[in-house]
């Protein structure tokens, strides 16, 4: 079954459970779930859901790919497919898809996500999009695999970076929280 609005709304309410403090930040998602709009559909260009991977290493390191659109290192991840059936599972499915890593190799840290991030888009007019929110739903993973075949459309290099590199700094707290836990 796909990803529906109720999922999405499911998801951010347990986040917020465990992270009130961001409840301001979210507002954007929030005031379109309460409009009724579908966060999963791509053409909603006040705000979609995109799904992402924080994978970390055995040695620590976080996996970044050089994405060709921005020419930044990024996280993978990227936009809902109708076959998605959580945002856990796109999150892994952009994964495997951008850097080679096998799913079966795999391992999500928790089930909710490690943070959700709302960030402003550019405008693409090769792709017909006006400037535009994505609502970012960021899962953390382990594995002890390599990086393996690159989707060469949208990646130009991957790489195993210190989590110190990430861009976010809320990100970094999270991947050290989460990974000393017991």
Known sequence: MAITTDHIRTVISAYLDD????????????????ADADLTSRKEFRGHATAGAVLVGGDGRVLQVHHLATGRW????????????????AALRELTEETGVPADAVTPVGDGPLHI??????????????RHRHIDFRFLFTTTADIGALQAEEV??????PVDELHDELVKLRVAQALSRP
């Not at 992270?19 to 309460?34: D, F, R, S, T, Y």
């Not at 991030?117 to 006006?130: C, L, M, Q, V, Y």
């Not at 130009?156 to 970076?161: E, G, I, P, S, V």
């Open 19 to 34: 992270h009130p403090e961001e409840k301001p930040g979210l507002a954007p998602a929030l005031e379109l779930l309460a």
């Open 156 to 161: 130009a290099d991957a790489a195993w970076r």
């Open 74 to 89: 990024l996280l993978p991840g990227g936009h809902l497919e109708d076959g998605d059936t959580s945002l856990l599972a």
């Open 117 to 130: 991030d709302i960030h402003p888009i550019d405008a693409n007019s090769a792709k017909g999009e006006p």
